[in-house]
Structure formats: C-alpha cells, structure tokens
C-alpha cells in the first residue's frame, strides 16, 4: 500500500489502579500525557495525532498543549475500545492504518511506530512489536508481556507466564537476548475495519485468565504480525516509574 495514510490515538483516562490521575502526573515539568503526545506527533510515520479521552478535565490540559483531542464515551473498558470509538467518526474516515499509542510511554520510538505499521501492511491483521526480553528478572515477572511467533512472524501466544519454558533448566543469557524469547511492547496497528471488528467481539475465554486483550483477537482467527525492534521503551505505571522517567527527560529535555 503506497503512501499509506496512518492515523495516531493516544487513549488517556484519569482512573489508574497504580498512579492516580496518571495522564496529568507531572513529570519534568509536563503532564505524562503531554511528553507522549509531543512525542508522537514528531514521528513521520503518522500523518496525525489525537488524543482520546472521557475527561473534560484531560481535553482542556490538552487543548492548552496544542493538542487534538475528542471526548469519548464513559464506557469503555480498554484504550483499544476508545480508540475504535474516534475511528468510527465520520472525520476520521480514510485513514488506512490506526495506530494505539500508549499513553503513558514517555519514550515511545517511532520504530516501534513504524515497525507495527509495517506488519499490517504488509498483510497482518494487526501489527505490533517486541524486542528480545534480555533478562531472567523480566522473563519471570508476571508484569511484562512474553510473546511467541511464527517462522513468518505472526504471533502464536502472549502470556504474562515464562514463555517459551525451557525443559529441564532456565534459558541461558544467550537465549534471552534472541529472537525466541520476547518482550511484547504495547503499540498496536490496525486496519479500521479489523479495529471496530476486535472491539464487536465479546471477551474470550483466554483473555479473562491472562487480562491480555489480544488474546481476544487471536481466538478470533484475528493474525498479529510482531516486529522485532532493539529494546522496550520504558512506561509509567508507578510513581517509581514516574521518578526514574523524571530523571531521563531531565537528562535529553526533549522538545
């Protein structure tokens, strides 16, 4: 698809299980959702950006940065629903590609931006990304997202368990730094129409034990292209995360 037209959402929503009103902690200066929005809207891949939110409260911080921003319904219980929910308007027609970008990932690179984009299309329903998981610590935590493919890069599985297991011992440090054992990074590319389909389906079986939504997607038939990038970027969960993100946009003061 040449020149393909790609549309950015960062979904934001104050409610936050481990950093209260997290779009709007500020951090260096700047609101968490500011830095990502700045971020984005840098990157070339995206033709626009714009910001989806339920809080009139977030939409005016927004308004005052220069952002785009549309207000959304109250219901939604996922990013990914909101997001479908401003693809649907009638203005955001014509876009070949959506893009989920996280809301609260400071550091977001447009390669993890281009390389989602680019599995869709080059034919995946979906697209994201994943870089090696590098450590024992990350592959045992429950908190980071393991994901394994194809030969042709479609993802088999994702799990919050240590996959792929190793019989009879642990992975050795070669392992972790190679393709076969990696570390999903949330960001997601989607054709419209794949996007509002996963948001019509009802939850799956998977997804409830796991909490990973695209399962949802997968037991659908749905297939999710995974491109392979050098490392994560670093989100904002916690107010550590918080600290350790404060001290890095100190250091690069980013535009």
Known sequence: MAEARVLGVIPARLGSERLARKPLHVIAGRPLLEWVWRRASRFRVLERVVVATDAEEIAAACRSWGAAVELTSERHQSGTERVA???SRREY???D???NVQGDEPFV???????AVT???NGFDI??????I???EAWLDAGVVKVTRRADGAALYFSRSPIPHVRGGDPSSAQLESETFLRHIGVYAYRPDVLLKWTSLPESKLELVERLEQLRALEAGLTIGVGIVAEAAAGVDTIEDATRAEQRLRIEQPS
Do not use: I, N, S
């Open 85 to 87: 929910e401003v693809v």
């Open 93 to 95: 027609g014509g876009y």
């Open 97 to 99: 590609v959506v893009v």
């Open 109 to 115: 690179q447009e390669e993890h931006v281009a390389g």
């Open 119 to 121: 599995q869709v299309l």
């Open 127 to 132: 697209g994201t990304v994943a870089a090696p």
């Open 134 to 136: 590098g450590t024992m």
